[in-house]
């Protein structure tokens, strides 16, 4: 079964500190994709990245998050400085090319921002 | 207008049972509604999916009913197992790559 992985499963930060959640995605993907779950909340739609751009992104995702496909295999979510309300269970996602849907997600980091 | 609203919020169903999820959206563009199954420590994944030009859609156990005028859809488990505990989402987007919408989620359990 394919399998989107990321790490760490848990980051604890100091508010006002940088992260950086990493994601390597399904091999051959060309999608990719971060969504947030703050506690008893509803799963959130961050940002979509393809050839190396923005796709698509919400208003959460204003300018103290980037992401970024360092290399051919992760793909990264960077909080610059982290506050309170960014605690929240992050998941990574991918897909194939066009047509293609999004069959799973990543296990997930929990952010706790201190 | 972009919300998706799920029900309920957990459901507690004997092994046999049928289990029923409902879901109701708001934006008419959404054109790809698919349900993710996600068991502790996992993230969610794909169980089944339906676009709006069909009413009813089903994979061995699990069926999805659309019924497009009310804006509603839903799932349903046949013959409920132990091992089909987990939360369910319904979700909803204007393609199958785009964005998703997420229901609030519902905690399936389902007693032995």
């Known amino acids: 079964e394919p399998e989107v992985t990321q790490t760490p499963s848990h980051q604890v930060t100091q508010m006002g500190q940088e992260v950086i959640l990493r994601c390597v995605p399904i091999?051959?993907?060309?999608?990719f994709y971060w969504y947030r779950q703050i506690l008893g909340q509803k799963v959130e739609f961050l940002v979509s990245f393809y050839n190396n751009e923005i796709s698509e992104k919400s208003e959460i995702f204003d300018d103290q998050f980037s992401v970024e496909r360092p290399d051919g295999s992760n793909f990264t979510l960077k909080i610059r400085s982290t506050k309170l309300e960014d605690s929240a269970m992050y998941f990574c996602?991918?897909?194939?090319?066009?047509?293609?849907?999004?069959?799973?997600f990543g296990a997930g980091t929990r952010l706790s921002v201190l | 207008q972009q919300q998706v609203k799920q029900s309920p919020q957990s459901l507690i169903v004997q092994k046999g049972g049928i289990s029923i999820i409902n879901c109701a959206y708001e934006?008419?563009?959404?054109?790809?509604f698919p349900w993710y199954q996600q068991f502790p420590g996992k993230g969610p994944a794909l169980l089944i999916a339906i676009r709006p030009d069909v009413s009813e859609k089903k994979e061995g156990r699990f069926t999805i009913s659309f019924n497009k005028s009310a804006k509603q859809f839903s799932l349903h488990i046949m013959d409920s197992q132990p091992g089909d505990s987990a939360t369910y989402f319904c979700a909803a987007s204007k393609t199958s790559g785009s964005r998703l919408t997420f229901g609030e989620g519902t905690q399936l359990t389902v007693n032995p």
């Open positions: 996602a991918s897909r194939p090319g066009t047509g293609g849907i999004v069959g799973y």
């Open positions: 091999s051959n993907h060309l999608y």
């Open positions: 934006n008419t563009a959404f054109d790809y």
